[in-house]
């Protein structure tokens, strides 16, 4: 095998000793002409454009460090096209010394690496303002290397700057897309490329604003599969809005791929549905953790509105529930939820009433009911009541949408017990549907923390005492005797702009002994 080749050896350059001791003007820099040096074109110019040997530019003092001023990070495009950049060139002895130099000044452009030019000379990339910085401060400063200031075509990016976002992938995918095919990256294409969505397993749900400029469907299915590929998906669908109706069915788009079932793990529970077909809130994740810390061990549940047995499952699979019956009209949704208890192993402590809860036969039965609806569960309270047990009654953890005002500051103080009244109520009578005392914090049932008083809003205080007075008269209506409503808590899960909260009212209702 021959010898491997080996480049020639440089020859040789001024010591530090010798740069130190003749000092350089800098006319170089400027273009004029240094003592024994060939003159310099100013700049910019390009890397092959006759130059003179390296001179030695003073460096930049370090008082002046902090004083140049932040740069914002060129677009990923930048580093795309493999454009020029600003760079200082000198010996490779000299070139750690300079970068420290540079990096102390804040004039190194990170961006790219530090790279062999022409000659073996090595260029540190710098920023375009370090031009202007350093023709100014040449004349300042103790340290003087042998450099020279001039362009660098096609830099090699950093190890950091090339690791890109999905975020950022994809808009350089689809910026490569559309440049060649001839058209024009626009800023309209630009806002209109995705920056968050939701992933499930190999599938990849897209938001409804995304990819609605008219350009892109003439790209066809190729775009659906660029898309997929930056992503790292097999399968893609877009998000629309919630059809109109009581079942809350999404308006999805299947865009890549056969079908839309996917599977999703939350705390351990393993939820398989259609994308197409079911929604999937994964903003209700804290409610689900709250929910499956609640102590329901030898419980029966209802829940009124299972879906694909989001609350069903953690009252079975965490919070032990000895028996669940899960209400659900939509029959995709029954599909899924049939599926989930099955994958879950609780197919046995459940049972699935298809249809209209209004019409459900139970009474007497529950120990607890979930009303999981928003905006409102308000049509399902009389079955909840129903449902309840009639000796011991019960909790009912009611979701409602809450409109709040806008200013964060509005605190609603802890009320004692006994100085509650329902609205309206002017008797002088103990009001058993009060709110008990929210002291800051407390432990509620399950473990949880009680929230203080301070971060209810009034607004969901008075949703919550008119909602305690509702359901003790629609039992005291059932039963034909005195009934007990107390607040237990109230827990925020979400909000919605503009000012409306998604709240968990969870209210203790049991049936008055007599006196």
């Given at each position: 095998?021959?010898?491997?080749?080996?480049?020639?050896?440089l020859?040789?350059?001024p010591?530090?000793?010798?740069?130190?001791a003749?000092?350089c003007?800098?006319?170089a820099?400027?273009?004029?002409?240094?003592?024994?040096?060939?003159?310099?074109?100013?700049?910019?110019?390009?890397?092959?454009?006759?130059?003179?040997p390296p001179?030695?530019?003073?460096?930049?003092?370090?008082?002046?460090?902090?004083?140049v001023?932040?740069?914002?990070?060129?677009?990923?495009?930048?580093?795309e096209?493999?454009?020029?950049?600003?760079?200082?060139?000198?010996?490779?002895?000299?070139?750690?010394?300079?970068?420290?130099?540079?990096?102390?000044e804040?004039?190194?452009?990170?961006?790219?690496?530090?790279?062999?030019?022409?000659?073996?000379?090595?260029?540190?990339?710098?920023?375009?303002?370090?031009?202007?910085?350093?023709?100014?401060?040449?004349?300042?400063?103790?340290?003087?290397?042998?450099?020279?200031?001039?362009?660098?075509?096609?830099p090699i990016?950093?190890?950091?700057?090339?690791?890109?976002?999905?975020?950022?992938?994809?808009?350089?995918?689809?910026?490569r897309?559309?440049?060649?095919?001839g058209?024009?990256?626009?800023?309209?294409?630009?806002h209109?490329?995705?920056?968050?969505w939701?992933?499930?397993?190999?599938?990849?749900?897209?938001?409804?604003?995304?990819?609605?400029?008219?350009l892109?469907?003439?790209?066809?299915?190729?775009?659906?599969?660029?898309?997929?590929s930056?992503l790292?998906?097999?399968r893609?669908?877009?998000?629309?809005?919630?059809?109109?109706?009581?079942?809350?069915?999404?308006?999805?788009?299947?865009?890549?791929?056969?079908?839309?079932?996917?599977?999703?793990?939350?705390?351990?529970?393993?939820?398989?549905?259609?994308?197409?077909k079911?929604?999937?809130?994964p903003g209700?994740?804290?409610e689900?953790?709250?929910?499956?810390?609640?102590?329901?061990?030898?419980?029966?549940?209802?829940?009124?509105?299972?879906?694909?047995?989001?609350?069903?499952?953690?009252?079975?699979?965490?919070?032990?529930?000895?028996?669940?019956?899960?209400?659900?009209?939509?029959?995709?949704?029954?599909?899924?939820?049939?599926r989930?208890?099955?994958?879950?192993?609780?197919?046995?402590?459940?049972?699935?009433?298809?249809?209209?809860?209004?019409?459900?036969?139970?009474?007497?039965?529950?120990?607890?009911?979930?009303?999981?609806?928003?905006?409102?569960?308000?049509?399902?309270?009389?079955?909840a009541?129903?449902?309840?047990?009639?000796?011991?009654?019960?909790?009912?953890?009611?979701?409602?949408?809450?409109?709040?005002?806008?200013?964060?500051?509005?605190?609603?103080?802890?009320?004692?017990?006994?100085?509650?009244?329902?609205?309206g109520?002017?008797?002088?009578?103990?009001?058993?549907?009060?709110?008990r005392e929210?002291?800051?914090?407390?432990?509620?049932?399950?473990?949880?923390?009680?929230?203080?008083?301070?971060?209810?809003?009034p607004e969901?205080?008075?949703?919550?005492?008119?909602?305690?007075?509702?359901?003790?008269?629609?039992l005291?209506e059932?039963?034909?005797?005195?009934?007990?409503?107390?607040?237990?808590h109230i827990?925020?899960?979400?909000?919605?702009?503009?000012?409306v909260?998604?709240?968990?009212?969870?209210?203790?209702?049991?049936?008055?002994?007599?006196?």
């Amino acid at each position: 095998m021959p010898p491997a080749q080996r480049r020639p050896p440089l020859p040789p350059g001024p010591t530090e000793e010798a740069a130190a001791a003749a000092p350089c003007s800098g006319k170089a820099l400027r273009g004029e002409t240094e003592p024994g040096h060939s003159a310099v074109p100013p700049l910019p110019y390009e890397l092959d454009a006759p130059s003179c040997p390296p001179c030695r530019l003073r460096g930049v003092p370090r008082v002046l460090t902090g004083a140049v001023p932040n740069v914002p990070a060129a677009p990923m495009a930048a580093l795309e096209r493999g454009g020029s950049v600003l760079a200082l060139v000198t010996e490779p002895r000299f070139a750690q010394r300079l970068r420290r130099h540079l990096e102390e000044e804040r004039l190194l452009d990170a961006r790219y690496r530090l790279q062999e030019v022409a000659g073996g000379s090595v260029a540190l990339p710098v920023l375009e303002v370090a031009e202007q910085r350093l023709r100014e401060l040449q004349e300042s400063g103790a340290l003087e290397l042998p450099c020279r200031l001039l362009r660098i075509q096609s830099p090699i990016p950093s190890k950091a700057a090339s690791v890109r976002t999905p975020a950022q992938k994809l808009r350089g995918e689809l910026r490569r897309m559309v440049l060649g095919l001839g058209e024009s990256w626009s800023e309209e294409l630009e806002h209109d490329v995705p920056r968050s969505w939701q992933r499930h397993g190999d599938l990849v749900l897209l938001s409804e604003d995304s990819f609605s400029a008219a350009l892109w469907t003439k790209l066809g299915p190729a775009l659906w599969e660029t898309v997929a590929s930056a992503l790292g998906a097999q399968r893609l669908a877009r998000r629309g809005r919630v059809l109109p109706g009581g079942m809350r069915s999404p308006s999805v788009t299947l865009l890549l791929g056969q079908d839309g079932w996917v599977e999703h793990v939350d705390n351990g529970i393993r939820y398989t549905f259609d994308v197409t077909k079911c929604m999937f809130s994964p903003g209700n994740i804290t409610e689900k953790l709250r929910v499956a810390s609640l102590p329901c061990a030898g419980e029966v549940l209802v829940d009124l509105y299972a879906g694909i047995g989001y609350f069903t499952l953690p009252y079975l699979v965490h919070a032990a529930a000895a028996f669940v019956h899960a209400c659900e009209w939509n029959h995709h949704a029954v599909e899924a939820l049939r599926r989930n208890l099955a994958l879950n192993g609780v197919q046995e402590r459940c049972h699935i009433h298809h249809g209209d809860n209004r019409q459900l036969q139970l009474q007497d039965v529950a120990d607890r009911v979930n009303l999981g609806l928003i905006p409102s569960s308000e049509e399902g309270w009389p079955v909840a009541c129903r449902v309840l047990k009639k000796g011991t009654g019960g909790v009912l953890h009611i979701h409602h949408n809450v409109e709040a005002l806008p200013a964060p500051s509005c605190l609603q103080p802890a009320v004692p017990r006994n100085e509650q009244r329902p609205p309206g109520d002017s008797s002088s009578g103990e009001w058993e549907d009060g709110q008990r005392e929210m002291q800051s914090p407390k432990e509620t049932e399950g473990g949880g923390k009680e929230m203080p008083a301070s971060r209810v809003r009034p607004e969901w205080q008075r949703w919550a005492e008119a909602t305690a007075a509702r359901i003790r008269g629609l039992l005291e209506e059932l039963h034909g005797q005195p009934w007990r409503t107390s607040i237990l808590h109230i827990e925020a899960v979400k909000s919605y702009a503009p000012h409306v909260h998604h709240i968990v009212l969870d209210l203790e209702c049991r049936p008055a002994l007599p006196a």
